[in-house]
């Protein structure tokens, strides 16, 4: 049978079959390779008991992709929640989420809540900013369930690791888009938390067949990999139409002469917020630099 793991703890790795949630120890082979189960996995797993809904994990299988912090495989897009008031959108932050998600190649959505709160200007106003980002964009009110629909269909198919600041609305969508992820929750940690510690872990949500939520953690301490600055600019796709368009080759579209992406950006055709963060970043990675070498 096989089937998707949803959590692991202590050894343990609950696998998503179409018979329901499996309690499985991974096979002793693992213990001679250097590959370790991850929640997010395919697995071939074995029954060992039906009733209590108990296996063994036999094999992975191949991964499309693998994420270090979290841990996890085969994530193949990322949904960024920011609010759109109270507290208020915290723009370096998720400039930093979408560098770090483009540096993976891992295509992001970008979802403004709490919509309800703000003015029709206000959320032109970040549309504006984010209109050539390279990442979808949508406006939505999780708690009166405005927008979530268009949520779904995003995710529909996906295994999207969910990510944003606290006191964004994540867990309200999430519990809107999942409405037993409590339940469910409950479910595994009554079988899991036998006698064992609980930490905090990744934990995907089934949000339909083949549509996975991963709700991840520790959202604050962000920290892009280690890049070369020239490398930077490709970060930003609303640069990308000028691109070799400048005077020097290579520019770096700070204060060569003759740079197409700064007349883009004085035209209005590149947002100015965005062009200043990729300057501000871009000193931040010259500053480390600096650092390295002195
Ligand atoms: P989390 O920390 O990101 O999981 O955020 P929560 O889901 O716990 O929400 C934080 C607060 O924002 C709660 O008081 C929610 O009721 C409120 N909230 C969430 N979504 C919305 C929304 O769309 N509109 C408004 N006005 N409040 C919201
Ligand atoms: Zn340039």
Do not use: W
Not at 33 to 40: E, F, M, R, T, W
Not at 57 to 69: G, N
Not at 165 to 182: F, Q, R
Not at 242 to 271: L, M, N
């Amino acid at each position: 049978m096989q089937g998707r793991i949803v959590k692991g703890i202590a050894g343990f790795y609950y696998v998503d079959t179409e018979d329901g949630i499996f309690e499985c120890r991974a096979k002793g082979i693992f213990r001679n390779q250097k590959v370790k189960p991850l929640v997010g996995d395919l697995v071939e797993l074995e029954v060992l008991s039906q009733e209590e809904k108990e296996g063994s994990v036999i094999s992975i299988l191949p991964r499309k992709s693998e994420l270090i912090r979290p841990a996890v495989a085969n994530v193949d897009q990322a949904l960024v929640i920011f609010a759109l008031s109270r507290p208020t959108p915290n723009l370096p932050l998720l400039d930093r989420f979408l560098i770090m998600m483009k540096q993976k190649a891992i295509p992001t959505i970008i979802c403004f809540n709490k919509s309800d709160m703000v003015s029709e200007e206000e959320r032109e106003h970040f549309r504006q900013i984010y209109r050539d980002c390279g990442s979808k964009l949508l406006f939505i009110s999780a708690k009166k369930g405005e927008g979530t629909d268009a949520v779904r269909d995003c995710l529909r198919g996906h295994m999207t690791t969910v990510a944003g600041p606290s006191g964004v609305g994540k867990s309200t969508l999430i519990n809107h888009l999942v409405p037993e992820a409590e339940m469910e929750t409950g479910k595994i940690s009554e079988k899991a938390d036998r006698g064992k510690h609980t930490t905090r872990h990744s934990e995907l949500f089934r949000l339909e067949k083949d549509s996975y939520i991963l709700d991840t953690p520790g959202f604050t301490a962000l920290e892009p990999e280690a890049m070369e600055k020239e490398e930077l600019r490709f970060c930003f796709p609303e640069f990308d139409p000028y691109e070799g368009s400048c005077k020097f080759q290579g520019c770096i579209h700070d204060r060569e002469p003759g740079c197409a992406v700064k007349e883009a950006v004085e035209d209005g055709k590149i947002s100015k917020e965005r062009y200043e963060s990729y300057i501000s970043f871009f000193r931040e990675l010259k500053e480390r630099e600096r650092r390295r070498y002195s």
